[in-house]
């Protein structure tokens, strides 16, 4: 699978938001690299929570400033946020049960999903942050 890479379009101009996208793909690229480890390997299931437990994070300082400049669509923002989160955690239980490992569409789902979203969604609210 191919990592994600940054590139300057996916930028929302706000530093800190730029610095925890690029947290994000760091993360993910992490997975990507060891999606050939061993299944249900103790690399991937500490990868994934700690993907989780950072998008979370992000995600709060991004609704705050959402919330602070009274972006419009907030409330549709915060639910695409809340549908990423459930999907991690079912890949992380799915992991922790030993359901699968790091799977292709695991790793297109975090992919797909991170690249549309700083893409696309969060560029809805550049103006506003």
Not at 9 to 23: P, T
């Amino acid at each position: 699978m191919q990592r994600i890479e940054w590139v300057a379009s996916l930028s929302v101009g706000n530093k800190h938001i730029d610095e925890q996208h690029q947290k994000l793909i760091e993360l993910t690229n992490e997975l990507i690299d060891n999606s050939n480890a061993e299944f249900n390997s103790r690399l991937i299931s500490e990868s994934l929570d700690e993907l989780m437990k950072y998008s979370k994070y992000h995600f709060e300082d991004e609704e705050r400033l959402m919330r602070k400049c009274k972006y419009p669509d907030y409330e549709q923002h915060v639910k695409e946020h809340e549908w990423f989160v459930l999907r991690i955690s079912s890949f992380c239980l799915d992991v922790i049960e030993h359901k699968q490992s790091v799977t292709e569409e695991m790793i297109h789902f975090l992919s797909a999903w991170l690249l549309d979203h700083f893409a696309v969604k969060d560029q809805q609210y550049k103006s506003c942050i």
